[in-house]
């Protein structure tokens, strides 16, 4: 099992602990350093900062929201990174949900998310491999574009830039059964948000077909610390946030996914808390067991235990969200 640096998103502005961990992280011998984007800085950038201070990790978008780019748009930063870095780009996508597509980017709310998803990667397939003019029928991302409100005279295109990499590695962010299903057959890996490695048949049916080499590189927080309650808190703000906030009471994917888990009396207190603006009783509310089995807190000898059984498991790259050099340092160790 490969380990990879999750470094998430910006919250009130940039963190300059993000460059010298994705440093040590290198250093370390850590596979790949990861960033993100919600509705604040975007995922491309600080990447290529990381980028430009180190020389052989691997950089990775967990996620790159399809709603914020058009898929060409996304390829021509995807291959101009991959030139840049010499071959070290990954590109992971998600949907995000209706509340962020429709309040931030101002754009429908794919109704058939697994067409959308799958035209999205077929367009930067296209371009990646550039093997001729991009050209896709599609419902969500027709090109060239055909619409009564067009000029019909777009031109089909391919790259002026040629791709460093025609098979640059896709990864998707899914959720649901059917888009985790579908991932296996149209991309290169997976990113879960939340895995349990206790409960394996909650993605066993989804990840079947899933060919030989296909990645799953789920993220999880690392903290090394002495009282397991403690080191729990930021696990569980994040969860009390994500199912809470990160959608709407109807549809919200992440609690869908905590209830699917077998928590789905407490995913729907969670939601009901956060609502009501009850936010710390939300973060309260979040059991200890859900946060404790999706993460690796505590001493480095109880981190130490629970590693053996993701390393078990089908995951091939933990993505560790560890806030410290000192837990990348344990976490190297322990997995080596």
Request: aromatic fraction near 8%; charge should be negative; proline fraction near 8%.
């Amino acid at each position: 099992m490969r380990l990879g640096l999750a470094l998430g998103y910006w919250g009130r502005g940039p963190d300059d602990r993000h460059v010298p961990l994705a440093q040590e992280a290198e250093r370390l011998g850590y596979d790949s350093v990861w960033t993100a984007e919600s509705w604040g800085s975007d995922v491309f950038t600080p990447l290529t900062w990381i980028a430009a201070r180190t020389s052989t990790i691997k950089l990775g978008t967990a996620v790159a929201q399809m709603a914020a780019r058009s898929p060409t748009t996304t390829a021509m930063h995807a291959l101009t990174l991959d030139h840049l870095s010499g071959g070290r780009m990954m590109l992971g996508l998600g949907l995000s949900g209706p509340q962020v597509v429709e309040g931030w980017y101002g754009r429908p709310f794919p109704k058939s998310p697994l067409t959308a998803t799958r035209e999205y990667v077929e367009v930067v397939r296209q371009v990646l491999r550039r093997e001729g003019p991009v050209e896709v029928d599609g419902r969500f991302h027709p090109l060239p574009y055909r619409g009564p409100d067009g000029t019909g005279l777009g031109k089909a295109l391919k790259p002026i830039t040629h791709p460093l990499r025609a098979e640059l590695p896709v990864l998707l962010g899914a959720e649901g059964p059917k888009n985790v299903a579908q991932t296996t057959r149209i991309a290169d890996g997976w990113l879960p948000l939340y895995w349990s490695p206790t409960r394996p048949e909650v993605y066993e049916a989804s990840l079947a077909d899933a060919p030989e080499g296909f990645l799953i590189a789920p993220m999880a927080q690392v903290r090394v610390c002495d009282d397991v309650a403690e080191g729990l808190l930021p696990v569980k703000t994040m969860l009390g946030f994500y199912i809470g906030g990160m959608g709407h009471a109807a549809r919200n994917f992440h609690a869908d996914l905590m209830a699917r888990m077998g928590y789905e009396d407490e995913a729907r207190r969670i939601q009901r808390l956060f609502l009501e603006g009850r936010r710390e009783e939300a973060v309260l509310a979040v059991p200890d067991a859900f946060a404790d089995e999706i993460s690796l807190v505590g001493p480095r000898e109880r981190i130490a235990e629970r590693l053996e059984s993701w390393r078990k498991g089908p995951v091939t790259d933990l993505l560790a969200l560890a806030p410290d050099p000192h837990t990348l340092r344990v976490l190297a160790d322990l997995n080596a």
